[in-house]
């Protein structure tokens, strides 16, 4: 069955302070790994989609990495501007796109 | 005006009542989605929609009924909801199927 896990649920950092999120996945033909970042009260925004195992993707603090098995989000010196719910969504061969809980982050000063 | 834009942002209605989302796109994209988002869930897909012909329902309660009368609009029709159906409603649109989806900002559903 396919499936995306994320890790952790809630990430509390202090400003400037480094991190990564995780994103596993189980599913039968990857066509993309998407990231979107939701902030509350509004729909996800997209940020990055991946292809293949070893690809890259980068927006400012944020840099998505993809294996065969994972996707991590790295954050890179925070800002509380940053505080959002992130999601990671996998995409089968049925195009159908399969979401995992999200990890909300909160950044302090 | 731009992106996705869905109306109400809020509705509040009783387990009998008839009701409407609307959801407009105004991206030129060919797919339109209707996901349901509830609290520590993952967004569950509810419809597909490309070039105005519905490729997807995931076993959906008949109770819901979507409706695309053209490429740039996407209704979803309430009828004798569940307070198991309050929820955040979310529409999207895409270029294509394998391309990604841009979210409208959802309309927060609440049955009494």
């Known amino acids: 069955e396919d499936q995306v896990t994320q890790s952790p649920e809630a990430l509390r950092l202090q400003e400037g302070e480094s991190s990564s999120l995780n994103c596993s996945y189980t599913v039968s033909g990857l066509r993309g790994l998407f990231w979107y970042r939701q902030d509350p009260g509004k729909g996800p925004e997209f940020l990055f989609t991946l292809y293949s195992a070893g690809e890259e993707k980068e927006k400012e603090r944020l840099k998505a990495t993809l294996t065969k098995k994972e996707s991590f989000l790295h954050i890179t010196a925070p800002k509380p501007e940053d505080s959002a719910t992130y999601l990671c969504?996998?995409?089968?061969?049925?195009?159908?796109?399969?979401f995992g809980t999200g990890t909300r982050l909160q950044v302090f000063p | 005006e731009t992106g996705v834009t869905q109306t109400p942002r809020h509705l509040v209605m009783g387990m009998t009542n008839k009701k409407s989302l609307k959801c407009e796109q105004h991206?030129?994209?060919?797919?339109m989605y209707w996901y349901k988002q509830s609290a520590k869930k993952p967004l569950e897909l509810m419809f597909v929609?490309?070039?105005?012909?519905?490729?997807e329902n995931n076993s959906v309660p008949s109770r819901f009924s979507p409706e695309c009368p053209n490429s740039s609009h996407l209704f979803l029709h309430l009828h004798t909801l569940q307070p198991e159906d309050s929820a955040l409603y979310l529409c999207a649109s895409s270029q294509d199927r394998d391309q990604p989806q841009h979210f409208g900002d959802g309309t927060r559903l609440s049955i009494l």
């Open positions: 991206l030129g994209h060919n797919a």
């Open positions: 929609y490309s070039l105005e012909e519905r490729v």
């Open positions: 969504a996998v995409q089968a061969m049925t195009d159908k796109l399969i």
